[in-house]
Nanobody, 122 residues
Framework: QVQLVESGGGLEQAGDSLRLSCVAS????????MGWFRQALGKERELVAA???????YYAGSVKGRFTTSRDNAKNTLYLQMNSLKFDDTAVYSC????????????????WGQGTQVTVSS
């Protein structure tokens, strides 16, 4: 069992930066692919960024070049650095642990966090 707790959300202005964190319980964090999903009001959940257990990364086209995900296995923590925020980035952001980035692109994961709200004012 893995529990995931996100933090770092808030209200920002367009163009600002924000860093989200996701702390995982358990000893197997390093073995999981980790992902950041977001769900805006009235829209489907989408994978924003993911990082494999080996450090390979994936980014959705809408955030490529602006968002960076990283992991610190010693701290059981996943990060999402979000730069040049846009109004369309407004959503609830959740982290997830799964078997692979490929699975996450199909929105399949083993464990999910509760999410943290990011609101960007234009």
């Amino acid at each position: 069992q893995v529990q995931l707790v996100e933090s770092g959300g808030g209200l920002e202005q367009a163009g600002d930066s924000l860093r989200l964190s996701c702390v995982a319980s358990g000893r197997t964090f390093s073995s999981y692919a980790m992902g950041w999903f977001r769900q805006a009001l009235g829209k489907e959940r989408e994978l924003v960024a993911a990082i494999s257990s080996g450090g390979s990364t994936y980014y959705a086209g809408s955030v490529k070049g602006r968002f960076t995900t990283s992991r610190d296995n010693a701290k059981n923590t996943l990060y999402l650095q979000m730069n040049s925020l846009k109004f369309d980035d407004t959503a609830v952001y959740s982290c997830a642990a799964g078997t692979s980035i490929g699975a996450m692109t199909s929105r399949v994961a083993n464990y999910w966090g509760q999410g943290t709200q990011v609101t960007v004012s234009s």
